[in-house]
């Protein structure tokens, strides 16, 4: 299984894909807030989103499995 991950700390503003959305290489799939910047979070790799593990709102720390993907 592939796994997406946090790339520093901050609150899952915004989840862009939803459970068995198909995503590319370098498509954002979450936006995280931090200091008042958003930042996306990019899928490495190609897949079918099986699971997302966070919740907007969420407060999440640096590499923290945000979404699970299958394929």
């Given at each position: 299984?592939?796994?997406?991950?946090?790339?520093?700390?901050?609150?899952?503003?915004?989840?862009?894909?939803?459970?068995?959305?198909?995503?590319?290489?370098?498509?954002?799939?979450?936006?995280?807030?931090?200091?008042?910047?958003?930042?996306?979070?990019?899928?490495?790799?190609?897949?079918?989103?099986?699971?997302?593990?966070?919740?907007?709102?969420?407060?999440?720390?640096?590499?923290?499995v945000?979404?699970?993907l299958?394929?």
């Amino acid at each position: 299984m592939k796994v997406i991950k946090s790339n520093m700390a901050g609150s899952v503003w915004k989840v862009l894909v939803s459970v068995g959305d198909e995503v590319i290489m370098g498509q954002e799939v979450i936006i995280l807030e931090s200091m008042k910047m958003e930042i996306p979070i990019v899928s490495e790799e190609k897949g079918v989103v099986d699971d997302i593990v966070v919740n907007e709102g969420a407060f999440v720390d640096e590499d923290v499995v945000l979404v699970r993907l299958k394929g």
